[in-house]
């Protein structure tokens, strides 16, 4: 097992391993929920989990289910000063020091501090797209759009210089990714290990020059910070900047992208442009319906028996949150997408201690990018063409989506 992202998100299930299935889960979901709602994969060694009640109960007990790969059965701490630094963040440690690290950072993604981001957001938006709709009539939504923007923003949040955003995309995207078509898994691991050297070096500068010269952004936070008169650990601060980076990168890059697959199904885009409201209601629905983070892992603090399978403690469990938001016993019409569904309790962003920390950033730059976007063309279509889903196991989205329009 890899330290930093345990396997089971790191392994396709076998059933998801075609570019098909991974594109549409949706059915072999809807089949394990009624067939086998908690089962064992003897070639992942993990639990599956796949029912939104089920789902809930794991997100909302972090006594009973730990987020730290560190409590798995046969885990091995990484060597090495810098190796798996993710492990040390909030995102892989359960309270009370997780709820220590996240008040670090928590009034800064409070919706409050976010909505002041609005008028910047929209003014990146509108330079991004003044650069792009200059070409044609026709982009790429992800490399052109959807990617640039969210990694521009949280360059800008952390402190990070813009000119180095291409730079944060291999990086970021190595992180998340899984193992390529050619590459065995020892090279797949080596080439990960690399990027994430390349990238903590990088930060470990940033770090050292924010010490000296504190400024109005999220690296000098962390590095300033004291919890009971302790400063972060290196490790902690260094995680920290990584998971910002890498946590709200691809995943909001898909929400857009995973949006505009969803209006154009429903022939929506027409109705939203123009109704922000309406637009806000529309993302939810992309959140449950093509949740750009469809899994998380647990590990069992206690053995823990559920639909008469008994998960022994130690295991490691995949919480399919993807599953959860098509149960239709919590959904009417799961398998529907329906623009203006109200209420909405998706786990899109998690739920409970580990709930998303970035929603607010997440839910306002969707909305901003897709409404801007929206009120510069008209009679958007999507080509027909081979999509190919994002390079990871737990991410969903596609690697490019062309888009036709009319500018306006
Ligand atoms: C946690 C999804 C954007 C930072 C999570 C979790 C999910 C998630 C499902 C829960 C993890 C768990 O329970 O184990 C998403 C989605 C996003 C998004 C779908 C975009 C559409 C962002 C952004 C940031 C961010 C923009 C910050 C810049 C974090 C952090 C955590 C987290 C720090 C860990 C919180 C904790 O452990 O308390 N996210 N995220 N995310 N997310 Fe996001």
New binding site residues.
């Given amino acids: 097992m890899s330290s930093s992202d345990p396997q089971g998100l790191q392994a396709f299930p076998d059933e998801l391993s075609e570019r098909e299935a991974w594109l549409e889960p949706f059915d072999w979901y809807r089949e394990m929920r009624e067939r086998a709602p908690v089962r064992y994969d003897p070639t992942r060694k993990v639990w599956d989990v796949f029912r939104y009640d089920d789902v809930k109960e794991m997100?909302d007990d972090d006594e009973r289910f730990s987020?730290s790969p560190r409590n798995a059965s046969g885990f091995q701490e990484p060597e090495g000063e810098e190796a798996g630094v993710m492990l040390d963040t909030?995102?892989l440690q359960d309270p009370p020091r997780?709820d220590e690290l996240?008040g670090v950072v928590d009034e800064e993604?409070s919706p409050r501090t976010i909505r002041e981001l609005e008028p910047r957001i929209r003014e990146l938006t509108t330079e991004l797209l003044d650069d792009i709709l200059d070409n044609g009539d026709e982009i790429d939504l992800v490399s052109e759009f959807a990617y640039p923007l969210?990694v521009i923003v949280?360059a800008e949040l952390l402190g990070v210089p813009t000119e180095d955003r291409e730079q944060f995309k291999t990086w970021s995207d190595a992180i998340v990714s899984a193992a390529s078509e050619d590459e065995s898994g020892a090279e797949f691991v080596e080439r990960q290990e690399e990027m994430r050297q390349e990238m903590a070096f990088y930060f470990i500068q940033l770090m050292e020059d924010r010490r000296e010269n504190p400024q109005d952004d999220l690296i000098s936070t962390l590095v300033t910070a004291e919890i009971d008169g302790e400063p972060l650990t290196h490790r902690e601060i260094l995680g920290t900047c990584i998971?910002?980076l890498v946590?709200?990168n691809i995943?909001?890059t898909n929400?857009i992208t995973n949006a505009m697959r969803s209006f154009d199904e429903v022939d929506a885009v027409d109705e939203l442009a123009g109704d922000d409201r309406a637009l806000t209601t529309a993302i939810e629905e992309v959140?449950r319906y093509r949740?750009?983070?469809q899994a998380?892992t647990r590990v069992a603090m206690e053995d823990v028996t559920m639909h008469g399978e008994t998960i022994e403690e130690g295991d490691q469990i995949v919480v399919w949150?993807g599953s959860g938001n098509r149960d239709e016993r919590q959904f009417d019409d799961a398998d529907e997408f329906r623009p203006d569904r109200t209420p909405n309790q998706h786990f899109?962003?998690?739920y409970g201690?580990?709930?998303?920390?970035?929603?607010p950033?997440?839910r306002l730059e969707a909305k901003v990018a897709l409404s801007e976007l929206l009120s510069r063309v008209s009679n958007v279509t999507i080509p027909e063409t081979t999509l190919e889903p994002t390079r990871s196991s737990f991410i969903y989205g596609v690697e490019s989506l062309p888009i036709r329009f009319d500018r306006e």
């Fill in positions: 997100l987020v909030m995102l997780h996240r993604f969210p949280i998971l910002l946590a709200g995943t909001t929400l959140l949740s750009p983070v998380m949150l899109g962003f998690g201690t580990h709930y998303c920390l970035g929603a950033l997440a």
